[in-house]
């Protein structure tokens, strides 16, 4: 149990920033203006441009750096909004990502936000629960048009970004009070409970649950109207449910593994039946982002 939602070690900690000053540099998110001149961030703790390209490609070579020439792009439109998983990790991923954004988010408590609870997910052979359940998922149905984030929300925790969760402590999320006192900014959904009653010691989901859990964040994710451009901060076999499902060519079909900090972009939209009505979602001209070439 100590070992409930780890915190992101130091090799993590300084990807994520390397990996935010390459966006920034790409112009894809917002200028971070508490660098110094020595290579300090303004709270006293490494910005990551102490560590070169060279140094970063070798350390990211698992995960698409090939080499270390950096591959310069003109400016591209900026992230609107960061979509986080609740795990420690994941919010301090991207606080080193996204730390303009952290400053400027206005906190507030999602309430007319839907996340299908990750308890919903679960494998499980109960009656109660599943009759639970689904009853979630209709008021979330239900809910979804009026669900939109204000605009001035710049960072959304949302439950249905986490990782595959159950019998693993690591997968354990810490209490929402705790979440909040580090992370103050941040707008917590609000079926978030203080305490992570979706995991369970004894059952962990399937790949069917993650890729439900999937879904319906996409479907939330359409009704944000506030927000073109969002960049979601997840985890490894949440980003190969997804990309596996929805384009599996991109991980020739199964062959590739997401690695840490890489990046993928792509167009989410949704789809309509012959009457004009939703039939699902899909994610078109998605590609791996390359920071370095040869």
Same mark, same amino acid.
């Given at each position: #149990?100590? *070992?409930?939602?780890?915190?992101?070690?130091?090799?993590?900690?300084?990807?994520? +920033?390397?990996?935010?000053?390459? &966006?920034?540099?790409?112009?894809?998110?917002? =200028?971070?203006?508490?660098?110094?001149?020595?290579?300090?961030?303004?709270?006293?703790? *490494?910005?990551?441009?102490?560590?070169?390209?060279?140094? /970063?490609? +070798?350390?990211?070579?698992?995960?698409?750096?090939?080499?270390?020439?950096?591959?310069?792009? #003109?400016?591209? !439109?900026?992230?609107?909004?960061? %979509?986080?998983?609740?795990?420690?990790? /994941?919010? !301090?991923?991207?606080?080193?990502?996204?730390?303009?954004?952290?400053? =400027?988010?206005?906190?507030?408590?999602?309430?007319?936000? @839907?996340?299908?609870?990750?308890?919903?997910? !679960?494998?499980t052979t109960s009656t109660t629960i599943k009759a639970h359940d689904k009853r979630k998922e =209709?008021?979330?149905?239900?809910?979804?048009?009026?669900?939109?984030?204000?605009?001035?929300?710049?960072? /959304?925790?949302?439950?249905?970004?986490? =990782?595959?969760?159950?019998?693993?402590?690591?997968?354990?999320?810490?209490?929402?009070?705790?979440?909040?006192?580090?992370?103050?900014?941040? @707008? *917590?959904?609000? &079926?978030? @409970?203080?305490?992570?009653?979706?995991?369970? #010691?004894?059952? +962990?989901?399937?790949?069917?649950?993650? &890729?439900?859990?999937?879904?319906?964040?996409?479907?939330?994710?359409?009704?944000?109207?506030?927000?073109?451009?969002?960049?979601?901060?997840?985890?490894?076999?949440?980003?190969?449910?997804?990309?596996?499902? $929805? /384009?599996?060519?991109?991980?020739?079909?199964?062959?590739?593994? %997401?690695?840490?900090?890489?990046? *993928?972009?792509? @167009?989410?939209?949704?789809?309509?039946?012959?009457?004009?009505?939703?039939?699902?979602?899909?994610? +078109?001209?998605?590609?791996?982002?390359?920071? $370095?070439?040869?």
């Amino acid at each position: #149990p100590r *070992y409930t939602a780890p915190p992101l070690i130091r090799q993590g900690d300084m990807q994520a +920033r390397v990996l935010g000053e390459l &966006l920034r540099k790409r112009g894809v998110i917002m =200028e971070d203006d508490t660098h110094g001149g020595d290579g300090m961030m303004s709270n006293g703790g *490494y910005d990551g441009m102490d560590v070169d390209d060279t140094n /970063c490609a +070798r350390s990211n070579s698992n995960s698409g750096g090939s080499n270390n020439h950096y591959h310069h792009h #003109p400016p591209q !439109q900026q992230i609107d909004l960061v %979509v986080c998983s609740p795990l420690t990790r /994941c919010l !301090q991923t991207s606080s080193h990502i996204f730390p303009s954004y952290f400053r =400027e988010s206005c906190a507030g408590t999602a309430s007319n936000a @839907t996340h299908s609870s990750s308890s919903g997910q !679960q494998p499980t052979t109960s009656t109660t629960i599943k009759a639970h359940d689904k009853r979630k998922e =209709e008021d979330n149905n239900d809910a979804l048009h009026d669900n939109v984030l204000d605009r001035n929300c710049r960072v /959304c925790c949302h439950g249905d970004a986490r =990782e595959a969760y159950g019998m693993h402590y690591p997968d354990k999320r810490s209490p929402l009070t705790r979440l909040k006192s580090i992370f103050p900014t941040v @707008t *917590y959904h609000h &079926l978030l @409970t203080e305490n992570d009653t979706d995991w369970q #010691p004894s059952v +962990r989901e399937t790949h069917h649950d993650v &890729l439900r859990r999937i879904q319906n964040l996409f479907h939330w994710l359409l009704h944000q109207n506030n927000h073109d451009n969002i960049a979601i901060v997840t985890h490894g076999v949440w980003m190969e449910c997804a990309l596996l499902h $929805y /384009c599996p060519e991109v991980l020739e079909f199964g062959k590739m593994r %997401v690695y840490n900090c890489d990046v *993928y972009c792509g @167009t989410l939209v949704g789809l309509l039946d012959d009457n004009g009505i939703g039939s699902g979602v899909a994610l +078109r001209d998605v590609k791996k982002v390359q920071f $370095y070439q040869a």
